[in-house]
């Protein structure tokens, strides 16, 4: 019997360094982002996180390379539509969008809670 609740006791221990372990190096989680009601898919690019232990900044190729190396289709949205970015455990220090006008010119796009407005010119758009 005294063997038993050993085994029961080491893999309880097992279960819990590995839980604690996947904690510590979890990225970012993946929102969900809709469009006139339509879920996007997106994909990750560049960006910094702050788990229990540290921070940590992983930087990845611009968002129109991604999308050329991994063959993405673009989606179409009607003109100065909402995209909204939802968690599901809301950020703490909130959402940050960015625009690439070209591979190294970056605007800030204004975020209101987890949405922003497309702009009214037509283009292709990388946020």
Avoid: H, R
């Amino acid at each position: 019997m005294g063997s038993l609740k050993i085994k029961i006791f080491s893999l309880i221990i097992i279960i819990a360094f590995v839980w604690i372990i996947m904690l510590f190096n979890a990225g970012p989680p993946k929102p969900v982002v809709l469009s006139e009601g339509k879920e996007v898919s997106i994909v990750q690019g560049t960006y910094c996180w702050k788990n229990f232990i540290n921070n940590k900044c992983v930087d990845k190729i611009s968002p129109p390379e991604i999308i050329a190396n991994k063959k993405i289709i673009p989606f179409s949205v009607s003109p100065q539509s909402e995209i909204n970015i939802n968690f599901k455990k809301a950020p703490i220090e909130g959402i940050e969008v960015d625009k690439w006008l070209s591979s190294d010119e970056i605007e800030v796009v204004k975020v209101q809670g987890n949405v922003f407005s497309v702009p009214k010119e037509k283009g292709d758009l990388y946020l």
